[in-house]
């Protein structure tokens, strides 16, 4: 079961951690030392690996039971698509919509700045802080925790027919494509979001469907677009958009850059 659950039109953290295979395959790989020193702990040598994980695990889970970061971590979750909202801000920041337009978000630049906001958030839960798998164990579950946000946005299926909408804004995600190649060097993440803003209201059904047939034009010539887009054309879009991707980590005023839209 995911840590995020769908509700209606917002993303929320469950209030409960269900482990995840990746925390096997994780521990497996990343964390032998720490896995070792903890058995040590164990009276039964012969379980001592597994319980080791079992120790980290109940460890992890016991801290994010813990009302305030449990109220952290619901608040982390609603917010994903505020940060959302905030990267389609890079390209367009005017509060006068003038006309309305279909933006391609990559995830290389939605999922690192809400992570790096998840751990700023946690850096400051003494719960979370003493975890004894220490910063390698933190960071497994930053990573998680956006997967699993990413995953249930990409699950409530946005479509021109079935937009959602970011926070009280005038922003909508109307598609979806986790498989684009980016291929952008020391960038995880590929895929992006189709981000529609306007100032008509896609919640109703009439709106929207007055609408659908010039959003899916716009995808699809974004897709036409970036179906043609060289290595080095999607190096010259993406640079600039990471630069301020990182200001808007750091919380910086960001200025607009050159977006891909229709």
Not at 74 to 99: H, M, N, Q
Request: glycine share 4%; proline share 4%.
């Amino acid at each position: 079961m995911s840590w995020i659950a769908i509700a209606g039109k917002t993303l929320e953290f469950r209030g409960q951690l269900i482990q995840p295979r990746s925390f096997q395959d994780w521990a497996d790989k990343q964390l032998q030392q720490n896995i070792e020193e903890i058995a040590r702990e164990e009276t039964n040598l012969f379980f001592k690996r597994r319980a080791a994980k079992k120790s980290l695990w109940n460890e992890l889970e016991l801290a994010a039971n813990q009302p305030a970061l449990r109220a952290a971590l619901r608040k982390l979750a609603t917010d994903y698509f505020t940060t959302l909202r905030k990267v389609a801000g890079i390209f367009d920041p005017s509060s006068y919509v003038f006309d309305s337009k279909t933006y391609v978000i990559p995830r290389f630049l939605v999922n690192p700045c809400h992570r790096g906001i998840l751990e700023t958030a946690l850096s400051r839960s003494n719960e979370f802080q003493r975890l004894r798998g220490g910063p390698s164990l933190q960071s497994y579950f930053y990573d998680e925790f956006i997967r699993q946000l990413d995953e249930a946005l990409i699950d409530m299926k946005p479509a021109t027919n079935n937009p959602v909408k970011l926070d009280d804004s005038t922003w909508y995600v109307v598609g979806t494509d986790r498989n684009y190649k980016w291929s952008i060097e020391d960038e995880d993440w590929d895929g992006h979001f189709f981000v529609h803003r306007t100032t008509v209201d896609l919640t109703k059904r009439g709106n929207r469907s007055g609408r659908a047939p010039k959003i899916d034009d716009a995808i699809t010539k974004l897709n036409e677009q970036m179906g043609i887009l060289s290595i080095e054309e999607k190096r010259s879009f993406a640079l600039p958009w990471i630069e301020k991707r990182n200001d808007l980590i750091e919380r910086e005023k960001v200025a607009n850059v050159h977006p891909l839209a229709v």
